[in-house]
């Protein structure tokens, strides 16, 4: 079992509160919904991702006998709760937008409908699952919109926040449209395709640059793409270009060259011109280095004739919004609606419904929160994905969530595809919705 695989990677809170419906013998139904409360600033939108992670976690739920004993050793709890942990596992059901779905504030992204206790325990794995690969795959998404067409790919594992974060990384840029990923795992556990070159270290470790370049070249003749940037790169285009027939009489073409520093947009001018007039129109120039969506979309209006970019450390560390207001609040108990009604925290009661409405020329018109049973014009988003503790569907490939990222991108409203801060697309709270929650509200406590 791997660190990730625990029921005890959770907070504490989770573990009391089970002794708490223990004790007490709470075992009703529960229903909690997961979402978020507010889009960060510049996010126009956000793309549910980590839905497939989260439903094998589910499905594998269980506490070992070498949890259950560490569990006693801390004298925390009763000898009876320890022991009925021996036969916990997941039973319910689970409802879910599908992978790559836009989605916006308040609304549902996943709803659990399953016993009290074990509606409560999943809540911090299923946030830390949902909310890191939602945090990634929207980001992620405008740098695709952005690069308009140009190819992308991850490099951040160095800089992620954890090696499972780096993996989920990989995975959630890969569905948003990204080519690929430098993350070697993440090619053979999910299939993305996996690129890189070189670091600086190599041409370091060589006396003169040329060489370090030729034995690249000979130890990876179907994939020679070459860091220009380590001395100088004007420099080192002049010595490709001397390299090239070299390579060329032992069958090796000379594939890319990537520029990492300085001033991308004028080196990458520059270079285009070198490799152009030696003949070697076919390399491709990637750029990296610091890069996200803004300098992407910085440098293509420059006009810099770059091929595709290497995103990495403000990919996978988000860091100009490196979290989300993600939450998974109780909406029902027992048959009754529950309504939080913490101030700047209080939530819509029920187990509800988004229905997306989609204007004649298919793009997004709007959505509206409604309550299940209280149908609203539109497509219902949220699906049921699991029933009895087990999935209903295998995995989705990720060529078909791919797919669906595209389209939802492609519907999106002009102004939400941009990088600045538009106007709020527009989610209409039912009346029904509203109804109940005054009802609620005048209700004691």
């Known amino acids: 079992m791997t660190i990730a695989d625990s029921v005890l990677l959770t907070d504490l809170y989770q573990l009391t509160m089970l002794q708490t419906y223990h004790a007490e013998r709470m075992n009703e139904t529960a229903v909690f919904e997961l979402f978020v ?8 939108f956000l793309l549910a991702a980590g839905l497939e992670q989260a439903l094998d976690y589910l499905e594998n739920l269980c506490f070992t006998a070498e949890e259950q004993d560490w569990l006693a050793s801390t004298g925390r709890f009763s000898a009876d709760f320890v022991a009925a942990l021996a036969d916990f596992r997941f039973t319910g059901a689970v409802q879910a937008l599908p992978e790559g779905t836009a989605f916006f504030a308040n609304e549902p992204i996943l709803r659990v409908i ?58 959630a840029s890969y569905l948003t449209g990204f080519a690929g990923t430098a993350t070697v795992l993440a090619g053979m556990q999910f299939g993305i395709p996996i690129f890189g070159t070189m670091a600086h270290s190599l041409i370091q470790a060589h006396d003169r640059e040329e060489d370090a370049f030729e034995r690249f070249a000979a130890a990876q003749p179907g994939n020679v793409t070459l860091l220009l940037d380590t001395y100088d790169t004007e ?37 285009r011109r070198i490799l152009d007039a030696g003949g070697l ?34 990919l996978d560390a988000s860091t100009d919004a490196p979290t989300l207001d993600m939450v998974y609040k109780l909406q029902e108990y027992a048959g009754q609606p529950r309504r939080k009604r913490s101030e700047g925290k209080a939530t819509w009661p029920g187990r509800k419904q988004v229905y997306r409405r989609v204007a004649a020329d298919g793009t997004l ?81």
């Not at 409360?37 to 126009?44: C, G, K, V």
């Not at 090239?244 to 004028?266: F, H, W, Y």
């Not at 300098?295 to 403000?314: K, N, Q, S, W, Y």
């Not at 005054?438 to 406590?445: G, I, Y």
């Open 37 to 44: 409360r507010r889009l960060p600033p510049e996010r126009n």
């Open 114 to 171: 399953a016993p009290l206790p074990q509606a409560q325990l999943v809540e911090s794995r299923l946030i830390n699952l949902l909310h890191y690969q939602t945090l990634i795959a929207s980001k992620a998404a405008r740098c695709v919109l952005a690069a308009a067409g140009k190819l992308l790919v991850d490099f951040g594992l160095r800089r992620a926040h954890g090696a499972e974060a780096g993996l989920l990384a990989a995975r």
């Open 235 to 271: 420099a080192a285009a002049y010595k490709l270009v001397q390299l090239a027939p070299r390579l060329r009489e032992r069958g090796i073409a000379i594939k890319g060259v990537r520029i990492d520093s300085g001033d991308l947009a004028e080196h990458a001018r520059q270079v």
């Open 281 to 314: 129109t076919h390399v491709t120039l990637l750029g990296s280095g610091d890069l996200d969506e803004h300098r992407i979309r910085a440098l293509l209006a420059a006009e810099a004739p770059l091929d595709g970019f290497g995103v990495g450390t403000r």
């Open 365 to 445: 018109a709007g959505d509206c929160l409604g309550l299940e049973h209280y149908p609203q014009p539109g497509q219902p988003l949220l699906r049921p994905v699991m029933t009895q503790g087990r999935r209903l569907q295998p995995p989705e490939p990720l060529s078909v969530i791919r797919d669906r990222v595209r389209a939802q991108l492609a519907a999106l409203p002009a102004a939400l595809r941009t990088d600045e801060t538009a106007p709020p697309y527009p989610v209409d709270i039912a009346s029904e919705l509203r109804e109940l929650t005054t009802q609620l509200d005048q209700k004691p406590h």
